[in-house]
């Protein structure tokens, strides 16, 4: 199938490594033209060779104001068909506790710097009624994953916003959805995992053995899988899914 993705221009956030560089990979492999960025301005961790014509790299440290202005600045000069918000999981802890100071750094370094990012993408977008923006989320916007409860919280806000700017921007040709991955296979993921292994004193293999037995397919996802689901929701055939948040978990949120 023909995802009508050539000659078409994406920018993907968080793009070095785990889900945002197979974003970019999937979304190559259909024929966009793919701006990967990252605060290292690397190219994306597995990149094949016969890809990389079709990716670019630019610096954006979504901590750091200067750094999203500057990105800012390049849509106006560099506008995008395709803008794959990714931004990474604050530190694990409690709500319980949770200084004001801490919610408010995890809110500036994940939610406002992609609304001003998207805000600036959507107006190429709307000028030529054709876009897609999605949102890379987590399974913890539906069941709220325990220990990570900044993440749990800023990304719920982001779920929001997404769902009212699908309504805003749908006449438009503009599609807005979001991407809840469960456990997947990730640098991420392994760190997670070590860190529950050091605090409940069991080894990491301990810990992976139970995450897989909540999950129904009995195994972590790969990258690849979750890339393909996003580069789906950017195609041409996914002109009708908006407002949406679709899970790519393994069948491991029971929730309706």
């Known amino acids: 199938m023909d995802f009508g993705l050539k000659g078409k221009r ?8 785990g889900l945002g560089a197979a974003s970019v990979i999937l979304l190559a492999e259909e024929g966009a033209d793919v701006i990967a960025a990252s605060r290292s301005g690397a190219l994306p961790a597995g990149l094949p060779d016969s890809l990389k014509d079709r990716v670019s ?3 954006l440290d979504l901590s750091d104001a200067g750094s999203v202005s500057d990105v800012i600045a390049f849509l106006g000069e560099t506008p995008v068909d395709i803008l794959v918000n990714n931004c990474g999981g604050p530190a694990a802890g409690p709500a319980k ?9 995890a809110f500036n370094a994940m939610a406002t ?3 001003a990012i998207t805000d600036k993408a959507l107006e190429a977008m709307t000028d030529k009624g054709w876009g897609r923006v999605v949102t890379i989320g987590s399974s913890g916007i539906v069941s709220p994953i325990p220990n990570l409860a900044l993440s749990n919280g800023v990304r ?21 959805n ?9 640098d991420r993921l392994a760190e997670l995992d070590a860190g529950k292994a050091k605090k409940s004193g069991q080894s990491v293999e301990e810990v992976k053995a139970a995450s897989r037995a909540t999950i129904p397919a009995a195994r972590y996802g790969k990258p690849e899988e979750f890339g393909a689901v996003v580069t789906f929701l950017c195609s041409e055939q996914a002109s009708f899914i908006t407002g949406s948040m679709i899970r790519v978990d393994g069948g ?3 929730g309706m």
Do not use: H, Y
Not at 97 to 105: D, F, K, N, P, Y
Not at 159 to 174: D, F, M, N, Q
Not at 178 to 186: E, K, Q
């Open 10 to 17: 994406a920018l993907v956030l968080g793009a070095s490594r």
């Open 57 to 59: 790299v630019i610096k």
């Open 97 to 105: 506790g949770q200084s004001v100071e801490a919610w408010i750094a």
């Open 113 to 115: 710097p992609i609304f």
């Open 156 to 176: 719920g806000a982001i779920a929001g916003w997404s769902k009212t700017l699908a309504s805003e921007v749908a006449a438009s040709g503009i599609t807005v």
């Open 178 to 186: 979001m991407v809840l991955p469960g456990r997947i296979a990730t």
């Open 252 to 254: 491991m949120i029971k």
